[in-house]
């Protein structure tokens, strides 16, 4: 498996002057950065591109940036829906500049928007829609699509692996992958090494979360029943570590993180990789 840190840890947003965030993490024993990308996020690509492959870093990305909201591939507005894939199609085009293997997360719908009633029968149909046509725009150009269950406090579409397998079977592309965030579905489903077998070969990162967005150990997640899980089903991706710094308080309380989870970064990797370290029998240690 490969270790990873999403530049989050570190950083509210990703710009030339956070290469040295790569440096970091690298000398901690990552093999992967996540950075994020959006209508705010300005950078050059290929710079960030040219540096990770000097690391020897796989890049992934996801929409953390401005995202309007009239973006959504579940809209219930035709314009709403096409305006979303053109979106994540520039997002889609400045990660491939980026060299990135992946841009995932809440591409089903935008993040932060809920309705709170009966969904429409063809609300997943049309979603389906747009996730095949984003991920054949991937596939040209490189770029792996993946989707994200979140809580439903986050969004109204996807809380569960199973409502994520749903809209990949309908997608009906093989480009298509899984990220399972642990923090999300804490609050959303009760075994996680099911959640393992029901994402079974599309599953392609996990997003290694404390149910209080701390480093991992001590809180809800049952560590031990997913590890174990991913061990016997073979699994070789990506364990992304993902939180706020709150050293930054305008940053973390920007996020609606409130208490002190991450106030020294490289502190935060190194207690997360030893923890992951016990529990699939690598090392990060370089």
């Known amino acids: 498996m490969t270790y990873g840190v999403h530049c989050y840890v570190y950083s509210e947003t990703w710009a030339d002057d956070r290469l ?14 996540e950075i994020v990308v959006g209508d ?22 996801g929409p953390g940036g401005h995202w309007p909201l009239d973006c959504d591939l579940s809209a219930d507005a035709p314009l709403s829906r096409q305006r979303g894939l053109e979106w994540h199609k520039r ?4 990660s491939a500049e980026a060299g990135a293997k992946a841009y995932y997360g809440c591409l089903y719908g935008h993040i932060g928007v809920i309705q709170r009633r009966i969904a429409p029968r063809d609300e997943y149909e049309r979603t389906a829609e747009g996730l095949h ?49 642990t923090y999300h579905l804490v609050t959303e489903i009760r075994d996680f090494a099911a959640a393992v077998r029901t994402y079974a070969d599309r599953l392609y990162a996990v997003h290694c979360c404390e149910s209080d967005r701390g480093a991992p150990g001590g ?31 305008q940053f973390a309380h920007s996020r609606g993180m409130f208490h002190n989870v991450c ?24």
């Open 40 to 61: 705010d996020v300005v950078f050059d690509p290929e710079r960030t591109r040219r540096h990770a492959e000097s690391l020897e870093l796989a890049v992934m990305t």
């Open 133 to 181: 046509k984003l991920a054949e725009y991937g596939e040209q150009h490189g770029v792996r699509i993946g989707l994200e269950a979140v809580s439903h406090f986050r969004s109204h579409i996807a809380n569960t692996p199973a409502q994520i397998m749903a809209l990949i079977r309908l997608a009906d592309h093989d480009n298509l992958v899984a990220v399972m965030d």
């Open 263 to 286: 106030p020294d970064a490289d502190s935060f990797v190194r207690e997360s990789f030893a923890f992951l370290d016990r529990h699939t029998g690598e090392s990060s240690v370089t």
């Open 20 to 33: 040295h965030v790569m440096d970091s993490v690298k000398a901690l024993g990552a093999g992967a950065i």
């Open 219 to 249: 809180g809800l997640v049952p560590w031990d029943a997913l590890f174990s899980e991913l061990r016997s089903s073979g699994y070789n991706g990506y364990l992304i570590l993902e939180t706020y710094n709150s050293a930054n308080e």
């Open 91 to 94: 997002q889609v085009n400045v």
